[in-house]
Antibody
Framework: VQLVESGGGVVQAGRSLRLSCAAS????????LHWVRQAPGKGLEWLAL????????SLKGSLIGRFTISRDDLKNTLYLQMNGLKIEDTAMYYC???????????WGRGTLVTVSS | SYVLTQPPSVSVAPGETATITCGGD??????VHWYQQRPGQAPVLVIY???DRPSGIPERFSGSNSENTATLTISGVEAGDEADYYC???????????FGGGTKLTVL
């Protein structure tokens, strides 16, 4: 099982970024996937989850209107579209696989997003 | 919103037992999961469903849960166990995943 995030970088406040998470080593459309972030020196913050058929989709309330989670099961890729970025969105962004039952059994190494003023 | 409370830090000597708590309202009714995060690395699941271990996680790691406190216990602590540890539950009322604030385990 491998999850590889990409798309991070340095971006000005107010701009947009789309993060990707490429999955391999398992049947992608059998699993719910999540985005979790970690600001520098801070703890883990759950952001969003999405099932393969979008029957289950949840986004942290404070992000509604700015962030969108999506996936392409043909490309085995999870996405996080982030608009109107703020300084406080600066963080390492991880994707993770839901083991079923609510635990996250595999994580990517993360992609760093830095929002500058 | 559901809040999980962890002590910021726990220190223990090598070979001793480390106990990391996770407090939450009625957490005893929840499935609690625990993650280890070493510096500069991604989190790793160490305990799921309160007290199950993924393959590759030593038996030294165990979990328990009762009333308002869940506990991660690491027996025979080793230097390599030094890391941040996070508890996590599913908030079913909003379909959110909730993490505790994390506990830094220092091996003296």
């Amino acid at each position: 099982v491998q999850l590889v995030e990409s798309g991070g970088g340095v971006v000005q406040a107010g701009r947009s970024l789309r993060l990707s998470c490429a999955a391999s080593g398992f049947t992608f459309n059998n699993y719910i996937l999540h985005w979790v972030r970690q600001a520098p020196g801070k703890g883990l913050e759950w952001l969003a989850l999405l099932s393969h058929d979008e029957s289950r989709k949840s986004l942290k309330g404070s992000l509604i209107g700015r962030f969108t989670i999506s996936r392409d099961d043909l490309k085995n890729t999870l996405y996080l579209q982030m608009n109107g970025l703020k300084i406080e969105d600066t963080a390492m962004y991880y994707c993770a696989r839901d083991r079923e039952g609510g635990s996250l059994d595999y994580w990517g190494r993360g992609t760093l997003v830095t929002v500058s003023s | 919103s559901y809040v999980l409370t962890q002590p910021p830090s726990v220190s223990v000597a090598p070979g001793e037992t480390a106990t990391i708590t996770c407090g939450g309202d009625y957490i005893g009714t929840e499935m609690v999961h625990w993650y280890q995060q070493r510096p500069g690395q991604a989190p790793v699941l160490v305990i799921y469903f309160i007290n199950d271990r993924p393959s590759g996680i030593p038996e030294r790691f165990s979990g328990s849960n009762s009333e308002n406190t869940a506990t991660l216990t690491i027996s025979g602590v080793e230097a390599g166990d030094e890391a941040d540890y996070y508890c996590q539950v599913w908030d079913s009322s909003r379909d959110y995943w909730v993490f505790g604030g994390g506990t830094k385990l220092t091996v003296l």
